[in-house]
């Protein structure tokens, strides 16, 4: 623990010499020329404590109040402007200070220093920790994931306020640089009013500069003719002794659970239940403790999962055949992103795919974490007393899985006939690309030249693309989970598959991806929602090629790449 501390401190100390900073020091460096200490604290701590609040808080936030995330960011960078507007017209500067001494004074009271502006500060750096993006080292990228699927704890607080006393030093230093500098130039200029005013216009062009991605871009395009500078700024928290610490932290260890292999039925003790359902489909509410005296079978998936797809004829099967005679089978459906959070988007895959049996939307992953489950797909068959007494990770096994059933059901008294069902097994048996995911989280393969950023960045070609390796063009934000197409982007990925199946989502419904494969046109990928799409198919060839995606549409977002 002390090790992740002493490494999240230095992260953020050295964070302000990392490009996602630069956008921010031209507003801190104008609106810290009309105050001094004060102001200079009041930015600090505003930065420090949107920031935390905005890091560890937003997941929470978001299931409390129904907001858009990007909204709050979009005020804060319009309040940023409006601050800008206020020192470019005195006047409305006048009013607008004596208006945050009216909402801050309580506060600005207890600082009786030498300066002005602790209520100003306090606004602009707040409204600063909104809009910042900060560069996603692996640090940061776990604290987001733990955020996200709220497991925020004692150590996940102190590891972010780390991480943020290590920013605020540094930016502190250099807000007060600044308006020592401009309080030196006042001495000495009679033009110091224009001046001020100068830096109310740069405060109003960055605040348009991040409130459109430019910023961004810029910072990329610039950062793409130093790539040795970024390569240094990564280094820093790429080791393996952080990189254990972070999966202690995360809980990423080896795998305590096992599976069923040699005997069909055993005895795991009993189920645990249901827990933190957001949403049920296709069924009233259910419980295991309804449920006794049936024989059970929880299937952990999401729609978007071509390993859980390819499991969904077998399911269907079973329940089609069986329920009649005591079986229910309930699917947990955890989602992996973010959008598979909606419930439309459930709905439409439970129709897409004619699931009719009842479906749990798991979103906090509370059942998960009953079921200590790590893995999608997941079954856990459990008999008419509660117990768990088969459980199955991955895809195949499924003769065994429905000897199994057939097993608990008659034990419970009912006459089961006929043979096994005879669903093709569709789990791929051969070498192929393995599962790619497109976002900094669990990115794996990726050769483009470039070190990924936080912001919109421009990316280029290598000159060759390795086997299983995919590389992005143009202008991409990469995030955690996904990656937003710019203005003409591309994706290429050479592969080895006999499908390659994509995890995408349009910006608007009708949306499309062009596509080649060795340079040949392939019909275009017509968008309608956030899901899996199957955009090549072989017919059971398993081949070497290169595929290349271009998306005319800005704004579509790409997850994962699956093969079969």
């Known amino acids: 623990m002390i090790t992740l501390l002493v490494f999240s401190f230095l992260a953020g100390f050295i964070t302000i010499l990392a490009p996602c900073i630069w956008p921010l020091l031209p507003i801190v460096f104008s609106a810290s020329s009309g105050g001094g200490r004060r102001k200079s604290l009041g930015l600090t701590l505003g930065v420090m404590t949107s920031f935390t609040i905005f890091t560890l808080g937003i997941s929470y936030l978001v299931k409390i109040f129904p907001i858009n995330p990007n909204s709050l960011r979009l005020v804060a960078t ?93 930016l502190y230093i250099f807000s007060l640089f600044s308006a020592g500098l401009f309080k030196k130039m006042r001495a000495v200029n009679k033009y110091t009013g224009l001046i001020q005013q100068a830096f109310g216009v740069i405060m109003i062009v ?70 933190g359902i957001a949403q049920w489909l296709n069924t009233l509410p259910l419980s295991l403790q309804d ?37 229910v089978i309930v699917g947990v459906h ?47 068959l459990i008999d008419a007393r509660g117990h768990i007494r088969r459980t199955h990770f991955g895809e195949g096994g499924y003769d065994l899985m429905e000897e199994a059933i057939r097993v608990l059901l008659k034990e419970n008294g009912h006459s089961i006939e006929g ?76 592969f080895k598959a006999s499908k390659v199946f994509l995890v995408v989502g349009p910006a608007h419904a009708g949306d499309k991806i062009k596509m080649f494969m060795d340079g040949k046109a392939m019909d275009d990928i017509i968008l309608d929602y956030q899901r899996l799409y199957n955009i090549i198919d072989l017919k059971g060839a398993v081949e070497t090629h290169k595929l290349r995606l271009e998306f005319p549409n800005a704004g579509t977002l790409v997850y994962a790449f699956t093969f079969g």
């Open 206 to 275: 960055t605040a348009i500069l991040i409130y459109t991605n430019y910023a961004a871009t810029l910072q990329a395009r610039v950062l793409n003719l130093f790539p040795g500078y970024s390569r240094f700024l990564g280094q820093f928290e790429n080791n393996s002794h952080l990189q254990k610490e972070l999966d202690n932290l995360a809980g990423r260890k080896a795998q305590a659970i096992t599976e069923d292999n040699e005997k069909l039925l055993s005895e795991g003790g009993l189920a645990p239940e249901f827990a």
């Open 334 to 380: 955890t989602p992996e992103f973010a959008f598979e959070r909606e419930t439309q988007n459930v709905q439409n895959a439970i129709k897409q795919f004619s699931v009719t049996y009842p479906v749990a939307q798991d979103n906090d992953y509370q059942t998960w974490k009953n079921y200590q489950n790590h893995y999608w797909p997941a079954e856990y």
């Open 78 to 170: 319009v309040i940023i402007g409006l601050l800008g507007l206020s020192m470019l017209v005195p006047a409305l500067g006048a009013r607008f200070e004596v208006l945050i001494n009216n909402l801050l004074g309580p506060l600005q009271s207890k600082f009786k220093k030498e300066g002005t502006g602790l209520g100003a500060g306090l606004v602009t750096g707040f409204s600063l920790g909104l809009v910042w993006a900060p560069c996603a080292g692996p640090i940061l990228a776990t604290i987001a994931t733990l955020s996200a699927t709220q497991s925020v704890n004692i150590k996940v607080v102190a590891i972010t306020l780390a991480y943020i006393l290590g920013l605020g030093i540094p």
């Open 419 to 494: 043979v096994l069902s005879s669903v093709k097994d569709q789990t791929p048996r051969y070498d192929r690309t393995p599962e790619t995911y497109l976002g900094t989280g669990r990115m794996q393969r990726f050769a483009s030249p470039e070190k990924i950023l936080s912001g919109d960045q421009v990316f280029t070609l290598p000159k060759e693309i390795p086997l299983n390796h995919f590389v992005y063009q143009g202008i991409w934000s990469v995030r955690a989970e996904s990656a937003r197409s710019g203005p003409a982007a591309a994706l290429e990925f050479k």
């Open 291 to 327: 449920l006794h005296g049936k024989v059970v079978l929880v299937d952990f998936w999401t729609y978007s999962c071509i390993n859980c797809v390819r499991t969904l004829p077998h399911l269907i099967t079973w329940y089609g055949r069986y329920k009649n005679d005591g079986l």
